[in-house]
């Protein structure tokens, strides 16, 4: 296989998926709109989709996801609520940020509920393979670092690989329906509500839906995300652009070399 050729066939590729990323990530921040994460186990994922991607309060706390995520507490907490990811204005982390006299500090809520969304996924999904977060938190704080290092390996290995796969369902909306329609959970873990709540397989449907319910209501909330998103999408349209244009090139010269 001429090289020109296989290089070109790598730079399309990578970018349509650069393309695709700056989609995935920077559309729906562009036209104002948080996506938030529900993580739940295959089985409990069909049953959603049977009933219309339909999460129900009625279902909270009734199974052993409650118990490993926190315990009897958070059984306790979780009855006719349904969760999703995400960090509420009234929580105690916003409270520290919004209150902070340091500017930086101050601006630092949304960097902070991108990384907080990160890890409530991660705990959903060691949750389904039995893993014991609460555990590992312990651990990490009282462990060596060669043994830190081989526990978090061994997260890593098991969110890359799981025994048990998880779902992720997608709701996207600005941030009053999220301030609006939910309480923060009880111990900062994720956002909760007594509602029914229509969940969607993918960020674009999601997205779609987002833009359908509530027009362009969240880029006059959060400009910031907004600026921020089309930063991302930009990016991510010039690149896939380049790759391909480059890719495209390379093919021209392994037909002229042929």
Known sequence: MDKNYAVGAVEIAGGGYLGYLGVKHGLPRTLGLRTEYHTTDLTNANNIKKIGNYLDPACGGNNDWAERIGGTPYIKNSQNYVHITGVHKNSHAAYIFAKSDNILKKNMIAPFRTTYRTYQCLVYRMADNNIDMRKVRRSLKTSSL???????????????????????????????????????????????????????????????????NFGLKGMKENKGRVMFGAGVLASGLYGAYKLITSGLNNFSKSFNYS
């Open 146 to 212: 060669k043994e830190n290092i081989k526990t978090l390996g061994n997260l890593a290995h098991t969110y890359m690989f799981p025994n048990n796969p998880t779902k992720r369902f997608c709701i996207s909306a600005p941030d009053s329906y999220f301030n609006n329609n939910f309480i923060p959970d009880t111990d900062d873990i994720a956002l909760k509500t007594t509602k029914k709540l229509k969940v969607y397989d993918t960020r674009l449907e999601a997205m779609a839906a987002g833009l359908k």
